[in-house]
């Protein structure tokens, strides 16, 4: 258990997907413009990144790899099968939360689409790939790194509502103040990098 | 495979290169760049970009798939769906990426240990599904293969600049060449004369924020020189 907690933590605040390693960093700039949608956006991201990893888990380990379903090393195939998992996915939640929570639905609205093509999706799946997770550790990444993710886009959301109030110099307005508060926020993120994970073991 | 053969030779015919086909290569270098305009495909670009050797392979990599997705999505598009088009592009997207990935690893092993997940992050580089949506949907293939060969070189230049300051400031080196720096680690081969000498390494430009910081400074200068592109609200 110590060791789920311990990967939660760090996959959403040491290894930020949007701050340390700048994953999803289209919609992370193109969608905070304000609180209320960077909120909307980051459940849903949470939503999915929480599924898709556990469930790419399980088609790795169970059909792509050598001991799988047939029985030969398939791994060429993971890029194909884990977009095409992610798409389909969202498909499929976007109609689950049609059905059972209208209100939730609308307030997410567009967002679950675009998360298709969220980097930090594919991302956290290459990564769960590469660190060699086994299930239960992949559904406490999968959840952490939403978590931080979401963390992030609220966070700049919210200093780039309070900037509109600030004298920017006019090339730098919007844009290049956005890189350059995301640049900032990285930076602060590196100082949770000292933190010793053991120490919530 | 007839069918593509024969579309191949039908377009034959339309292999111009005119004003309006060089525009379609230049316009993606500054006034639509896919980085520092559209910020599209801003991922990538932040972290391979500590050294030079990795900005460069990439940039390569990324205008493969751009310029032959666009070519397949715009021969194609007269057959795919409007429902599943998103799914039959992702494929499209991941068979290219696939290729590139495997023949990385068979060329240069290294560099792909170095580049790792982010070769296969191209396929959600946003700028390879943008211009799928914005330009190969509704363009002949050749010009949709100019577009597609713009947009990456626009991606690799921002890239090849971001990278060279960051390795230049951070490492005092270019392509691993030292340039400025002490040419020994614990300067004690005092006797080499090397160009600014007493510089040591800025560790912050290898840290992925200084990318954000680098990606301002040239959106900032590219803003001045070109007004249009300023943000008015």
């Known amino acids: 258990m110590g060791d789920l907690i311990n990967i939660f933590i760090k996959s959403a605040f040491i290894e930020n997907l949007a701050l340390s390693y700048f994953l999803g960093m289209c919609s992370f700039l193109a969608v905070s413009k304000s609180v209320k949608t960077a909120i909307g956006l980051g459940i849903a991201v949470i939503f999915v990144n929480g599924l898709t990893i556990p469930m790419n888990w399980l088609i790795d380990h169970y059909l792509l790899g050598e001991g799988g379903l047939f029985g030969m090393d398939l791994t060429f195939l993971r890029f194909i099968i884990f977009i095409s998992t992610i798409a389909a996915l969202v498909q499929l939640v976007e109609m689950i939360v049609e059905k059972v929570s209208p209100s939730l639905y609308n307030s997410l609205g567009i967002f679950l689409p675009l998360i298709t093509v969220n980097c930090a999706i594919l991302g956290a799946s290459l990564f769960m790939i590469a660190k060699e997770y086994n299930f239960s550790q992949s559904v406490s990444f999968g959840l952490g790194g939403g978590v931080g993710w979401a963390l992030a886009i609220i966070a700049i959301a919210a200093i780039r509502e309070k900037m509109q109030y600030s004298h920017v110099p006019a090339p730098l307005r919007g844009l290049g103040m956005a890189f350059l508060l995301t640049g900032l926020m990285g930076m602060a993120f590196m100082g949770l990098m000292g933190i010793d994970p053991a120490a919530f073991k | ?233």
């Open chain 2, 1 to 233: 495979m007839a069918e593509v053969k024969d579309i191949k030779i039908k377009e034959e015919s339309a292999f111009s290169f005119g004003k309006v086909e060089k525009k379609l290569i230049s316009d993606p270098l500054n006034d639509n760049n896919p980085i520092t305009v559209q910020v599209l495909g801003v991922c990538s670009a932040l972290a391979v970009t500590t050294l030079l050797s990795k900005a460069i392979v990439m940039g390569i990599a990324v205008t493969f798939v751009t310029a032959f997705s666009n070519l397949f999505t715009s021969m194609l598009r007269n057959y795919i769906p409007k429902q599943i088009r998103m799914i039959v592009q992702l494929v499209i997207i991941a068979f290219l990426v696939t290729v590139v990935e495997l023949a990385l690893k068979a060329v240069n092993y290294p560099i792909w240990k170095e580049l790792s997940v982010f070769i296969g992050l191209i396929i959600t580089n946003c700028i390879v599904m943008g211009r799928l949506e914005a330009f190969a949907m509704a363009n002949k293939p050749w010009k949709s293969f100019l577009d597609g060969i713009g947009n990456g070189l626009g991606y690799a230049i921002i890239l090849i600049i971001i990278a060279a300051i960051r390795e230049l400031f951070g490492k005092g080196s270019l392509l691993d060449f030292k340039i400025i720096g002490p040419t020994s680690e614990y300067m004690l081969n005092t006797t080499d004369i090397s160009l600014l000498s007493w510089y040591t390494g800025n560790n912050l430009m290898i840290l992925s924020p200084a990318a954000m910081f680098v990606v301002a400074i040239i959106i900032w200068v590219q803003r001045h020189y070109n007004k249009k592109l300023v943000d008015i609200s």
